[in-house]
């Protein structure tokens, strides 16, 4: 009585709960990846945000020539 459905019922728990650890696998595989390029990017000298050094969250650190000339034009606006 009831094994069927019980069958039925845990086997779709089974794949609900294997799909959300497969959706949470490729979340972290994806933020990963893109932690990697970034890193790579960087490492190579490529400007990781497209050039809009404003609001970059490394612009402190970076040494790429377009973030040295929004930190000199910065520091002028700044300087009055
Ligand atoms: S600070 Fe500017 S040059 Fe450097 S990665 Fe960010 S956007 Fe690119």
Partial sequence: MGGL???IHSRREFFVGALRYA????LCAGA???AVKRR???RQGICVNN???RGC???????LPLA???KRS???TDNG
């Fill in 74 to 76: 910065s520091s002028r």
């Fill in 32 to 34: 990963a990846l893109l």
């Fill in 68 to 70: 040295l000339e929004a």
């Fill in 23 to 26: 959706a949470l696998g490729l």
């Fill in 57 to 63: 969250r490394i612009l402190e650190q970076c040494r």
């Fill in 40 to 42: 790579w990017l960087k």
């Fill in 5 to 7: 459905s019980g069958n």
């Fill in 51 to 53: 050039g809009l050094c």
